[in-house]
Each structure stands twice: as C-alpha cells, then as structure tokens.
C-alpha cells in the first residue's frame, strides 16, 4: 500500500450491541439494535463489546471494523473482530 492509498482510508472500529425485540408482534429471539460506540483501536472496541454483552439488558454484542474511502465516503464490509452472546447472523450486514 503506498501512501495516498493509506490516507484515502480511514478505519472504524465499532462497539454495536442488540436487546431482545420486546414488540408484541417479534419473533421470539428477534433482535433490536441497542447501543453504538466508536473506538480508536480494535481492542477497545473488543473490550467494550465484551463488558456490553455482560450488562443488564443487552442480549449481544459485536465488535468490528468498516473501513471508508475517505475519497468516494463509502465504507466496506465489518470484519468482525469479536461477537458475543446473541448477535445476527454475518451475513445480515
């Protein structure tokens, strides 16, 4: 990779968490979207989702990281770094 290439990308690392769907209508194990935390560096990202998928309250939780194209403002695919508890299947995102 040479230098432009690196500063025309800038990675995300993301804390996101899921509770239990509480609609009456939900399917039973159906998840919501709780929490989203931005990290500077994978493992606080990892760290977080782990403590998050312990708390009151959350069902799960992933740690991952999109990468944008500082240039076009599009952002790739997660690389999941970690996934803890109930979480969508990979292939959701």
Do not use: W
């Not at 560096?41 to 009151?56: C, F, G, I, K, N």
Request: glycine share 6%; charged share 25%.
């Amino acid at each position: 990779m040479n230098e432009n290439t690196e500063a025309a990308s800038k990675p995300h690392y993301i804390c996101q968490t899921y509770t239990a769907k509480s609609d009456a209508h939900a399917q039973q194990g159906a998840l919501q979207l709780g929490k989203l935390f931005q990290y500077t560096t994978p493992s606080a990202a990892e760290e977080r989702a782990e403590r998050e998928a312990r708390s009151e309250g959350c069902v799960g939780a992933d740690a991952y990281m999109v990468v944008e194209d500082i240039n076009s403002g599009e952002v790739s695919a997660p690389t999941f770094l970690a996934r803890h508890g109930s979480v969508p299947e990979a292939d959701a995102f």
